[in-house]
């Protein structure tokens, strides 16, 4: 995270969600924990460095939390924090929004 925020909220929101990938995560672990490889197939077309890059960051912002067991192979969970739950309004508004604009193209 930057020594210092932006002044603009929607600026902060941007930087920490601000990517497509971001977003289809936390939709993802909005039902629950998963597994890397859960998380790989349902967010779609990711590849696995930049599923890690984005996890990392996200972990790194306090969004979510990662938790390895010790086994092999190993399996890692992930989790969403309370501030990543947090954001599980402006999900919702945006699937609201999204559908409504497919229903109004057709």
Do not use: A
Request: net charge positive; glycine share 6%; charged share 25%.
């Amino acid at each position: 995270m930057p020594k210092e925020l932006p002044e603009c909220p929607v600026e902060i929101t941007l930087y920490l969600i601000g990517s497509k990938w971001k977003v289809l995560i936390i939709r993802d672990l909005l039902t629950g924990t998963k597994r890397f490889g859960e998380l790989k197939k349902s967010v779609g077309n990711i590849t696995q460095k930049v599923l890690t890059q984005n996890l990392k960051e996200m972990e790194e912002h306090g969004l979510v939390t990662r938790k390895v067991y010790p086994e092999v192979p190993p399996r890692v969970e992930y989790t969403l924090t309370q501030t990543g739950l947090s954001l599980e309004t402006i999900i919702d508004t945006m699937y609201k929004w999204g559908n409504n604009y497919k229903l109004t193209q057709k």
